[in-house]
Structures are given as structure tokens and as C-alpha cells.
């Protein structure tokens, strides 16, 4: 029964695709997933999230450059203040550098924060296949802006801001076969956090609809993300969201969403990507401190 179940786990049965012709909706997803997660300057909380990502062809007739824009974003209810993420940009695949593939994005990610804060940064993804089955890349992200509140505690007034803050990574994916890959990354926090990031996501292909991805992420300060997510994917390509694509094997696969912004797990950042900083606090002597 074992070998029954790796055999069809690594198994390199390719699923058909009926048609080349791209339509709008092929690269649409929507995912619900959840985890457990502890941001720069938060507490450890349990999250759950419901989203879309989608990836719109600019080019649809175009044998070579496919180029795309992208929109997606995700709701995470959260001890009565909800969160929000968004991303939008433009990305193209399908480049060709020698006998390799090159692609490369611009994206604008959004976060509403529970403590209402309003953060934007502006995450440039670039990466190239090298041979059958690898891709490697870097991406990062650069802050916008800082955004904060006022928490009254007492007779202790805090004043928060928060940030998404300015990292750097390089990535790795490796596809063991048509329904399964990996994807592994090291970067850096800077701003306020300064540490190391280590992160690591397993995707599988349930069917040619259904994608089941599990991951994590830390950095050197023990902040951390962990959980899984379930995407159903409306053009049936077997494709994995979530992943840092470059590979583009059918026309449809020049149109792949990156990962975008998200609460949960993966390469667009989310789980340890929102910091908060206290940057005053008054006690009642009108002396500072922090509660």
C-alpha cells in the first residue's frame, strides 16, 4: 500500500490540456488557507484566510514575451480587527537568455493591519530557469511608508508605528515531477528587524484544479509563520500560485500569477513582512516607558 501511494505521489503523469487558446480566466485562483504566525512586535496568533490571486494576459496571441498584470488579495478576520492585503503590478515570462527562460515582475503590495495601519511597498521579483527542472531568482521588498495608532492602556499612552520593512532573498525551486515542487529561500530583514529569514514551501497538485501548498518561514529573531493553504485553480493548468514561477511550458503558463501579499504562507511575504515599532510612550508621571 506504500509504494502504491509514493508511486502516485511522484508520479510524472502530465495532465492534458485541451487547448492553447488563452482565456482571461485561466490563471484566476482562489484559496483558502490558515496558520499559526508570530510577527516583529506582535503576538503569536492563529490565522485563517480566504483570497484570490489572478493573472491577466496582455499579450494573449504572443509566441514569445508573455506579459500580464496581476491583482489579488486576501481577508483574515483576527480578534475582532480584520486584516487586509493586496498586491497589483505587471509581470512578463518566457524571455530567453541562451537556451533558459527569464522572468521577472513589478508588484505594489498592500497591507491593512489590525491595528489599522495602512502600509504599502513596492516587492520586484527577477529569476531564470536553469535546465529541466530548477529555477532560481531573488526578490525583495522596499517599504513605502510607516503608518500607526495611539493605544490608550491606563494611564499609559502608546504611540505604535508599523512598517512593512525592506528585505532582500534569493530563492530556489526545484519541480520533482508535473504535480509537486519545492521552493527554498534565504534572505534579509532590515529596518527595525535586522535578521536572517529562512523560508521553505512544499506545493502539490490534488488534481489539475485543486493545489495544496504547506510552508514556513523564520527569522533570526524567532519570529515565525507556519500553515497550509488549498487554491482552486479555473484554468486547469496544474499550475502553483504560490511559487516564484519562471518555467512557462504552455502559452497558458506565460500568465501565471507570482505569489502575491498574503496572510498565510508563501513568496509573497506576509507572515513576517509587517512590523511594529513603539515609537513613544507616556506614562503618568508624563515620564517614558513602555507598558
Keep these: 500500500m506504500c509504494f502504491g501511494v509514493l508511486t502516485c505521489l511522484f508520479s510524472s503523469?502530465?495532465?492534458?490540456?485541451?487547448?492553447?487558446?488563452?482565456?482571461?480566466?485561466?490563471n484566476l485562483f482562489l484559496e483558502a488557507g490558515g496558520g499559526v504566525k508570530r510577527p516583529a512586535g506582535d503576538l503569536t496568533t492563529a490565522f485563517g484566510s480566504v483570497g484570490f490571486n489572478w493573472g491577466?494576459?496582455?499579450t494573449?496571441?504572443?509566441?514569445?514575451?508573455?506579459?500580464?498584470?496581476?491583482?489579488?488579495?486576501?481577508?483574515s478576520p483576527r480578534r475582532g480587527d480584520d486584516e487586509w492585503n493586496g498586491t497589483a503590478g505587471f509581470f512578463g515570462r518566457n524571455l530567453k537568455l541562451g537556451d533558459e527562460q527569464v522572468a521577472g515582475a513589478v508588484l505594489v503590495d498592500y497591507q491593512r493591519t489590525t491595528l489599522h495601519s495602512s502600509l504599502w511597498a513596492v516587492r520586484p521579483i527577477a529569476g531564470i530557469t536553469i535546465g529541466a527542472r530548477d529555477e532560481v531568482g531573488v526578490t525583495g521588498s522596499?517599504?513605502?511608508?510607516?503608518?500607526?495608532?495611539?493605544?490608550f492602556n491606563g494611564t499609559t499612552v502608546t504611540t505604535i508605528r508599523q512598517e512593512i520593512p525592506d528585505s532582500a532573498e534569493a530563492f530556489f525551486n526545484h519541480y520533482w515531477n508535473e504535480k509537486m515542487a519545492t521552493e527554498l529561500a534565504v534572505g534579509y530583514q532590515f529596518s527595525h528587524i535586522d535578521e536572517v529569514t529562512v523560508r521553505g514551501q512544499l506545493v502539490y497538485g490534488i488534481t489539475r484544479y485543486v493545489d495544496l501548498s504547506v510552508g514556513g518561514e523564520i527569522n533570526g529573531d524567532g519570529n515565525y509563520a507556519c500553515g497550509a493553504r488549498v487554491s482552486y485553480h479555473f484554468g486547469g493548468l496544474g499550475r502553483h500560485d504560490s511559487l516564484n514561477n519562471i518555467y512557462a511550458w504552455r502559452k497558458q503558463d506565460f500568465y501565471t500569477p507570482f505569489p502575491k501579499r498574503g496572510a498565510g504562507v508563501g513568496g509573497g511575504g506576509g507572515g513576517l513582512s509587517s512590523g511594529s515599532v513603539p515609537t513613544s510612550s507616556f506614562g503618568p508621571g508624563g515620564g517614558s516607558g513602555f507598558p
Excluded: F, K, M
Aim: hydrophobic share 35%; charged share 15%.
Design 13 to 26: 503523469t502530465v495532465w492534458a490540456v485541451e487547448s492553447e487558446t488563452v482565456s482571461i480566466l485561466d
Design 56 to 58: 491577466i494576459p496582455l
Design 60 to 75: 494573449p496571441n504572443s509566441e514569445g514575451i508573455g506579459l500580464g498584470v496581476q491583482i489579488g488579495g486576501d481577508y
Design 142 to 151: 522596499i517599504g513605502v511608508n510607516r503608518d500607526g495608532t495611539t493605544i
